[in-house]
C-alpha cells in the first residue's frame, strides 16, 4: 500500500522569503509523485511531476521539487514566494494502479 | 478551452434527494476518476473508468453510481443524499499510467 505525509498542514511565510514544504511517501513498488496546487475555491492544478528521468523538476513559476528515493522524499521549494502563491499544496503518489494517494495538504500563507 | 468540465458548480439540496453531477474531458484521454475532498480538504478517490469500463472501485456507499456513456464522460449519481455527502466532488482524467488533470469541482452540500 501507499501513503504520503505533509507534516506541515501549515507554513506561514513573508513575501520573498524561501519556502519548503516537505513530503514523504511510502511505497513497495515503483512511484510516480506529483505536487498539485488548489487556490481557494479553486479546482487542483499540477505543479509538477517526477515520472523517471532528472530527479529535479521544476515548475514554469518558480516552484521545484527533488525526488530522493533514499529519504521517500519528494519536498516542494521556492526560493522567494509571492503573495500568490498563497494556496493549498497537495502532494501524491501514485504506483502501479492509476489511483492517486494524496497527503491531507498544506496551506501556504504568505504575508506582505 | 476547458479541458474537464463539471455541471453543476454548486449544488444544495436536502437529505433523501437523488442528484447527479456530470463530468466531460475534451483531451481524448481513456481514463476518467472521481475524487471526494471533504471539509477538512483531504481528498480520496472514489472511481475510475477507463474507455467507459470501471477500473477501480474504492469503498464507497453503493448510493454512489458513476455511468460513463462514452470515454469522454464520466457522470455520477447519488441516490437518498446524507449529510455526510457532503463534500466537494472531483472529477479528473489521464491518458492510461498518465498525469491527472482535475475539473473545478462541485460543491455540495446537503441540508
Known amino acids: 500500500a501507499q501513503s504520503v505525509t505533509q507534516l506541515d498542514s501549515q507554513v506561514p511565510v513573508f513575501e520573498e522569503a524561501p519556502v519548503e514544504l516537505r513530503c514523504n511517501y511510502s511505497?513497495?513498488?515503483?512511484?510516480?509523485l506529483f505536487w498539485y496546487v488548489q487556490y481557494p475555491n479553486q479546482g487542483l492544478q499540477l505543479l509538477l511531476k517526477?515520472?523517471?528521468?532528472?530527479?529535479l523538476v521544476e515548475s514554469i513559476n518558480g516552484f521545484e521539487a527533488e525526488f530522493n528515493k533514499s529519504q521517500t522524499s519528494f519536498h516542494l521549494r521556492k526560493p522567494s514566494v509571492h503573495i500568490s502563491d498563497t494556496a493549498e499544496y497537495f502532494c501524491?503518489?501514485?504506483?502501479?494502479?492509476?489511483?492517486?494517494?494524496f497527503g491531507t495538504g498544506t496551506r501556504l500563507q504568505v504575508f506582505p | 478551452d476547458t479541458a474537464v468540465s463539471q455541471t453543476p458548480k454548486y449544488l444544495v439540496t436536502q437529505m433523501g434527494n437523488d442528484k447527479s453531477i456530470k463530468c466531460e474531458q475534451n483531451l481524448g484521454h481513456d481514463t476518467m476518476y472521481w475524487y471526494k475532498q471533504d471539509s477538512k480538504k483531504f481528498l480520496k478517490i472514489m472511481f475510475s473508468?477507463?474507455?467507459?469500463?470501471?477500473?477501480i472501485n474504492e469503498t464507497v456507499p453503493n448510493r454512489f453510481s458513476p455511468k460513463s456513456p462514452d470515454k469522454a464522460h464520466l457522470n455520477l449519481h447519488i441516490n437518498s443524499l446524507e449529510l455526510g455527502d457532503s463534500a466537494v466532488y472531483f472529477c479528473?482524467?489521464?491518458?492510461?499510467?498518465?498525469?491527472?488533470?482535475f475539473g473545478p469541482g462541485t460543491r455540495l452540500l446537503v441540508l
Open positions: 501524491a503518489v501514485s504506483g502501479n494502479t492509476d489511483k492517486l494517494i
Open positions: 517526477y515520472l523517471s528521468g532528472s530527479t
Open positions: 473508468y477507463n474507455n467507459k469500463e470501471l477500473i
Open positions: 511505497s513497495s513498488v515503483s512511484v510516480y
Open positions: 479528473a482524467s489521464s491518458p492510461t499510467g498518465e498525469t491527472q488533470y
